[in-house]
């Protein structure tokens, strides 16, 4: 293991799900790990907060092949630099002292037919960080040193965390939709973690962009670049109300025939029975945030409305590799820019409980330093 003169302490602080299926965290004290066969040591510094955090914490997702375990170290959006390597690490041309982050794929194998394929969160056999395998929110962390995402100079740590997984899932998403420069591309939910990202991302693709989210949020959404916002808020959740939507949508849309996509940035049922009627013929609706509890069918979803329009959904997990250094690149040239709020190791279980509530605007950054 090469360490040069860099040290490394044997135990070190960790943020633990203490009570899983509640929103509760613990910091604790554990054993600091040593990597092994191609893996490298880092010392993290920061950690985004994602609500997939909070649905593994709380056991929210029926997907899931198992429940989580109690003292699980939780996190996938964590930055920090590179203390020691396995046998054979430094042949990936990493060095020690640079920085690196982990995403919501904590490994992939990179040899199945999804990995070949440049889609890495779908691997049998991949492991994701902070289930099952211990996540960013401790203050050392291991990962393969062919998997971990260098971070580009002049980038901030606390701006690059929440990129890893919030900032190169939607980057993936809007890449599905297959639109063009100057297209309508909707997103749900924009004000929120992913939302916000997306927002800037699509922008700064040449999208047109219709922001659809609580009224609370308009300020922020439009200051992010989006040209429409509509307060969801304003419109009754039933039949009538899901038309009246979709025509305001299809009005301030491009040549006001619809959207050429739509990216799901919410988790929300009733938003995903929203979805469809902001299309236009061929457009596509991509799924990227996942319902809690067990699925609901994706309303106006009827063959004959998919089939007479031509529409698509695809779902869209994450993004690959590539997909993560594209993101950062983007990123560090002022792009796209997180919006957050940093705060130390103790507050996580009550941003948690903000995020339950819907309140956050933007994401939250835990500054591993502080307890």
């Known amino acids: 293991m090469a360490t040069a003169d860099i040290q490394v302490p044997s135990h070190h602080k960790a943020i633990v799900y203490d009570k899983p299926g509640e929103i509760s965290t613990k910091i604790e004290t554990i054993e600091t790990p040593k990597p092994g066969v191609g893996e490298v040591l880092i010392n993290l510094t920061h950690s985004g907060v994602c609500h997939s955090d909070q649905a593994v914490m709380c056991n929210r997702w029926a997907w899931l092949p198992a429940p989580t375990q109690a003292g699980q170290v939780g996190g996938h959006e964590g930055v920090g630099t590179v203390v020691a390597f396995g046998d054979g690490a430094e042949a990936s041309g990493l060095k020690l002292g640079q920085r690196v982050g982990i995403k919501w794929m904590a490994s992939a194998c990179l040899n199945c037919l999804a990995c070949m394929s440049g889609r890495d969160a779908c691997c049998p056999s991949g492991k994701i960080s902070g289930f099952y395998t211990p996540g960013t929110f401790q203050q050392y962390a291991l990962g393969p040193a062919n998997y971990v995402t260098p971070i580009p100079d002049g980038l901030s740590s606390e701006m690059a965390a929440p990129l890893l997984c919030g900032g190169v899932t939607v980057y993936a998403g809007l890449k599905k939709t297959l639109a063009q420069p100057g297209d309508t591309i909707v997103i749900p939910g924009a004000g929120g973690g992913l939302g916000h990202l997306a927002v800037q991302i699509g922008?700064?693709?040449?999208?047109?962009?219709?922001?659809?989210?609580?009224?609370?949020?308009?300020?922020?959404?439009?200051?992010?670049?989006?040209?429409?916002?509509?307060?969801?808020?304003?419109?009754?959740?039933?039949?009538?109300?899901?038309?009246?939507?979709?025509?305001?949508?299809?009005?301030?849309?491009?040549?006001?025939?619809?959207?050429?996509?739509?990216?799901?940035?919410?988790?929300?049922?009733?938003?995903?029975?929203?979805?469809?009627?902001?299309?236009?013929?061929?457009?596509?609706?991509?799924?990227?945030?996942?319902?809690?509890?067990?699925?609901?069918?994706?309303?106006?979803?009827?063959?004959?409305?998919?089939?007479?329009?031509?529409?698509?959904?695809?779902?869209?997990?994450?993004?690959?590799?590539?997909?993560?250094?594209?993101?950062?690149?983007?990123?560090?040239?002022?792009?796209?820019?997180?919006?957050?709020?940093?705060?130390?190791?103790?507050?996580?279980?009550?941003?948690?409980?903000?995020?339950?509530?819907?309140?956050?605007?933007?994401?939250?950054?835990?500054?591993?330093?502080?307890?």
């Open 203 to 371: 922008k700064g693709m040449g999208y047109r962009i219709i922001a659809i989210d609580n009224g609370d949020k308009e300020d922020f959404v439009r200051g992010l670049g989006a040209e429409e916002f509509f307060d969801i808020t304003k419109y009754s959740k039933d039949k009538e109300g899901n038309k009246k939507l979709a025509d305001d949508v299809k009005a301030a849309s491009s040549e006001g025939l619809g959207a050429a996509g739509v990216v799901m940035c919410t988790a929300s049922n009733a938003a995903y029975a929203q979805a469809l009627g902001f299309l236009k013929f061929g457009g596509t609706l991509v799924c990227v945030g996942i319902p809690e509890g067990e699925p609901v069918p994706i309303g106006g979803a009827d063959p004959a409305s998919m089939l007479v329009q031509e529409l698509r959904i695809v779902g869209s997990a994450v993004g690959n590799r590539k997909d993560a250094i594209e993101t950062m690149k983007m990123a560090a040239r002022g792009i796209v820019k997180t919006q957050f709020t940093v705060e130390p190791m103790s507050k996580l279980t009550s941003t948690f409980e903000a995020m339950d509530k819907m309140q956050l605007k933007g994401r939250v950054v835990i500054d591993l330093s502080k307890e």
